[in-house]
Antibody, heavy 120, light 108 residues
Framework: VQLVQSGAEVKKPGASVKVSCQAS????????IHWVRQAPGHGLEWMAM????????SYAPKFQGRVAMTRDTSTSTVYMELSSLRVHDTAVYYC??????????????WGQGTLVTVSS | SSVLTQPPSVSVAPGQTARITCGGD??????VHWYQHKPGQAPVLVVY???DRPSGIPARFSGSNYGNTATLTISRVEAGDEADYYC???????????FGGGTKLTVL
């Protein structure tokens, strides 16, 4: 199993960024994908999740309306787009494969991370 | 701020046992998962569903979850265990994840 993310980005405040996460080594549409970020000096923060099978997504309230998740099943790739960027959106963004039991879900494989820097 | 409370730091000598706690109003009723995160690397799942270990994770890593507190126990701590550790729960009803604030493990 591998999740390979796109490269580092530098954006100005107010712009948008789109980060990709290409999956391989398993059947793409059978596992959800989480997005998690870590800002400098801060802990891990759960952002959103997408079901690659139907494309439905759920978002943390903090990011609702500002983040959009899409997928391309032909290339086994998930995209996370964050808009109206602010300086404190500067962070490393991770995608992670989600495994679930009947009651709970966890992330068993992670991408290498994508640094997004927001600066004027 | 997180609803899952972790101590900011834990320090242990090599060979000793480290215990990292994760407390919350209802963590006892939810399964807890634990991740190890080293600088510049992706997080690694070390315990899932309270006390299960993924393949490849040493048996020195174990977990428990009683009452309102989950605990990650690392036995016979090694220098390579120095990292940040995060607990995580899953809200099935809203399909949201939640992380604790993280604990920095220092090996003296």
């Amino acid at each position: 199993v591998q999740l390979v993310q796109s490269g580092a980005e530098v954006k100005k405040p107010g712009a948008s960024v789109k980060v990709s996460c290409q999956a391989s080594g398993y059947t793409f549409y059978t596992y959800y994908i989480h997005w998690v970020r870590q800002a400098p000096g801060h802990g891990l923060e759960w952002m959103a999740m997408i079901n690659p099978s139907g494309g439905s997504a759920s978002y943390a309230p903090k990011f609702q309306g500002r983040v959009a998740m899409t997928r391309d099943t032909s290339t086994s790739t998930v995209y996370m787009e964050l808009s109206s960027l602010r300086v404190h959106d500067t962070a490393v963004y991770y995608c992670a494969r989600v495994d679930c039991s009947t009651a709970t879900c966890w992330s068993d494989y992670w991408g290498q991370g994508t640094l997004v820097t927001v600066s004027s | 701020s997180s609803v899952l409370t972790q101590p900011p730091s834990v320090s242990v000598a090599p060979g000793q046992t480290a215990r990292i706690t994760c407390g919350g109003d209802n963590s006892g009723s939810k399964s807890v998962h634990w991740y190890q995160h080293k600088p510049g690397q992706a997080p690694v799942l070390v315990v899932y569903e309270n006390n299960d270990r993924p393949s490849g994770i040493p048996a020195r890593f174990s977990g428990s979850n009683y009452g309102n507190t989950a605990t990650l126990t690392i036995s016979r701590v090694e220098a390579g265990d120095e990292a940040d550790y995060y607990c995580q729960v899953w809200e099935r009803s809203s399909e949201h994840g939640e992380f604790g604030g993280g604990t920095k493990l220092t090996v003296l």
